[in-house]
């Protein structure tokens, strides 16, 4: 079961960089989103999408785009790496159930910026 | 923006004994959601709770939504090692909308 695939692993930019971080999901989810997570402030959200060629922002955007053009993938773009966004990265897509959400995440990407 | 904060930050115990996580906010949520994460992975679901003051069990877990759905607790009785791992608390603020709020977490580490 593949489940939310996320590529790459790991990674070390040069500052202005740019990169693409994919995800991949086979569960035909419509929400999928993609968080950082950073020592002592838990996950928070980039940017979001409820289905194919919708997506918004979330808490922390800046320096951050996000396309839908399928609902199996959405990837991250960064434009111009940071060494403010070394972080990990994961990549998450969620069904809606009675009992609330089912979300499942990717194994991360870790994005080191020098 | 609703914040989640979690205590303690760190745990460690030693094997067999109890523990209690907390997660508060100031902000009502109409679902909280726990996770468990370990090193070099993602967060996984172990249980949502919906409805103020209920709880929910897993094993030696219990689970407790407050009653003003604004704070939750994680109790974990004889804890084993195999419960290490960071715990992280998340709040949906209106329910169908699937936008999570993390807490900061709890990184509990259970000595043998």
């Known amino acids: 079961n593949a489940g939310v695939t996320q590529t790459p692993k790991f990674q070390v930019l040069k500052t202005g960089q740019s990169m693409t971080l994919q995800c991949a999901q086979d569960?035909?989810?419509?929400?999928m989103s993609w968080y950082r997570q950073d020592p002592g402030m838990g996950l928070r959200l980039i940017h979001y999408s409820v289905g194919a060629g919708i997506t918004d922002q979330g808490e922390v955007p800046n320096g951050y785009n996000v396309s839908r053009s399928t609902t199996e993938d959405f990837p991250l773009r960064l434009l111009s790496a940071a060494p403010s966004q070394t972080s990990v990265y994961f990549c998450a897509s969620s069904r809606s159930t009675d009992s609330g959400n089912t979300i499942y995440f990717g194994e991360g990407s870790w994005l080191t910026v020098v | 923006t609703q914040l989640l904060e979690q205590s303690p930050q760190f745990l460690s115990i030693q094997e067999g004994e109890n523990l209690t996580v907390y997660c508060n906010s100031s902000?009502?949520?109409?679902?909280l959601q726990w996770y468990r994460q370990e090193p070099g992975e993602g967060p996984v679901l172990l249980v949502t709770?919906?409805?103020?003051?209920e709880v929910k069990k897993l094993k030696r877990l219990t689970f407790q939504f407050g009653d003003a759905r604004k704070d939750s607790s994680l109790h974990i009785t004889a804890a084993q090692p195999g419960d290490t791992g960071l715990y992280l608390c998340?709040?949906?603020?209106?329910?169908?909308?699937?936008?999570?709020?993390f807490g900061t977490g709890t990184r509990l580490t259970i000595i043998p």
């Open positions: 569960m035909n989810h419509e929400y």
């Open positions: 709770v919906v409805t103020g003051g």
């Open positions: 902000s009502v949520f109409s679902s």
């Open positions: 998340a709040g949906v603020a209106n329910f169908g909308n699937e936008k999570l709020t």
